[in-house]
């Protein structure tokens, strides 16, 4: 499929926020006793793991942009098999423990604009996926958009 204007603005503002998660400016900081820092590190490590198991998992049908590649299969195993947006999903996870880790809440701030841009982007996604596949409404139906459905 054909990549949109709309595949680059969201592209460009995924990657616009990650650069801005990496300064740590003081707008507030959390405080929070050591031990429980050290778990907020640990599960920030497991969102990294997520998204390298994610990425190794999607393979060749890897793309940065939302809407799929042309000669991309539909991946509905592994991590897809519990969420259908494993690496987003890994991606918070990260963020947003990694915010609490360094004790930031301008990292909590890009966090919440992260989780809101890959709620629109995903949107967006489902679509093009649900044009090109049609058994994705089914497993749209049985699985959660970024973590397990209960």
């Keep these: 499929m054909k990549n949109s204007a709309a ?3 969201f592209v460009g503002l995924q990657i616009l926020l990650f650069g801005a998660y990496i300064p740590n400016f003081s707008l507030f900081e959390l405080s929070m006793v050591e031990a429980v820092k ?3 590190l640990i599960l920030a490590f497991v969102g990294v793991m997520i998204i390298v198991i994610s990425l190794l998992q999607l393979n060749k049908n890897l793309t940065i942009f939302p809407t799929p590649k042309k000669e991309g299969e539909l991946v509905t195993s592994g991590l897809f ?3 259908r947006h ?3 999903s890994g991606i918070l996870i990260a963020t ?3 915010a609490l880790y360094s004790q930031s809440g301008y990292r909590l701030i890009i966090f919440v604009l992260l989780a809101i841009l890959f709620y629109f982007k995903t949107q967006y996604e489902e679509r093009a996926l649900l ?3 049609p058994k994705y409404e089914s ?3 049985s699985t959660g958009r970024f973590f397990p459905k209960f």
């Design 38 to 40: 050290i778990v907020n």
């Design 131 to 133: 044009k090109k596949f």
């Design 7 to 9: 595949d680059f603005v």
């Design 81 to 83: 098999s519990y969420m």
């Design 86 to 88: 494993p690496i987003y």
């Design 96 to 98: 947003f423990f990694f």
């Design 139 to 141: 497993y749209r139906a």
